[in-house]
T-cell receptor
Framework: AQRVTQPEKLLSVFKGAPVELKCNYSYSGSPELFWYVQYSRQRLQLLLRHISRESIKGFTADLNKGETSFHLKKPFAQEEDSAMYYC???????????FGGGTRLMVKP | DTAVSQTPKYLVTQMGNDKSIKCEQNLGHDTMYWYKQDSKKFLKIMFSYNNKELIINETVPNRFSPKSPDKAHLNLHINSLELGDSAVYFCASFSGNYLHFGNGTRLTVT
């Protein structure tokens, strides 16, 4: 089964500090990976996907096949970045997304 | 226009009751899901339907019964509610490896 692991349940940083949310996946050829974000009491929404190689709200994520990682990074965290972040990948059958356990990012003023 | 809409947004009920949560999507997707987000924020899939047909049932107690009258709707009915059912339930539709989530229904069982 495809696995996604987010080793940190909580990450607390000060405003302006760099942030890195870790995501590791079980090896499987060329995976497709996503980061979803959930702001307080809102719906989960797609933040970015590795295929598009874009930067959204200052966040980037690079797929590292050697380390089987897809860490989410931002050089200068803002208070409005405080949220739950989920790393996800499609299942083998491609008919669902499997999520990591989530990391709560708290950005302190 | 809300792509995936769930009702109600909040649901507070007593143990033993039966309740339903409704979900509708206007994206024309064939596949819909129910996810459960527990108090620790773990997000776990419960069910998936493709064009009104059940394709995934992730060892959910049979007190939970999804119903899909058409491919735009996937409702969740829960019998004999228990305290442990308290959670946020998210409906989602799926296309091209991309999930569109509803706003969630916060269920509190007292």
């Amino acid at each position: 089964a495809q696995r996604v692991t987010q080793p940190e349940k909580l990450l607390s940083v000060f405003k302006g500090a760099p942030v890195e949310l870790k995501c590791n996946y079980s090896y499987s050829g060329s995976p497709e990976l996503f980061w979803y974000v959930q702001y307080s009491r809102q719906r989960l929404q797609l933040l970015l996907r590795h295929i598009s190689r874009e930067s959204i709200k200052g966040f980037t994520a690079d797929l590292n096949k050697g380390e089987t990682s897809f860490h989410l990074k931002k050089p200068f965290a803002q208070e409005e970045d405080s949220a739950m972040y989920y790393c996800a990948r499609p299942s083998n059958a491609g008919n669902m997304l499997t999520f990591g356990g989530g990391t709560r990012l708290m950005v302190k003023p | 226009d809300t792509a995936v809409s769930q009702t109600p947004k909040y649901l507070v009920t007593q143990m033993g009751n039966d309740k339903s949560i409704k979900c509708e999507q206007n994206l024309g997707h064939d596949t819909m899901y129910w996810y459960k987000q527990d108090s620790k924020k773990f997000l776990k899939i419960m069910f998936s339907y493709n064009n009104k047909e059940l394709i995934i049932n992730e060892t959910v107690p049979n007190r939970f019964s999804p119903k899909s009258p058409d491919k735009a709707h996937l409702n969740l009915h829960i019998n004999s509610l228990e305290l442990g059912d308290s959670a946020v339930y998210f409906c989602a539709s799926f296309s091209g490896n991309y999930l569109h989530f509803g706003n969630g229904t916060r269920l509190t069982v007292t």
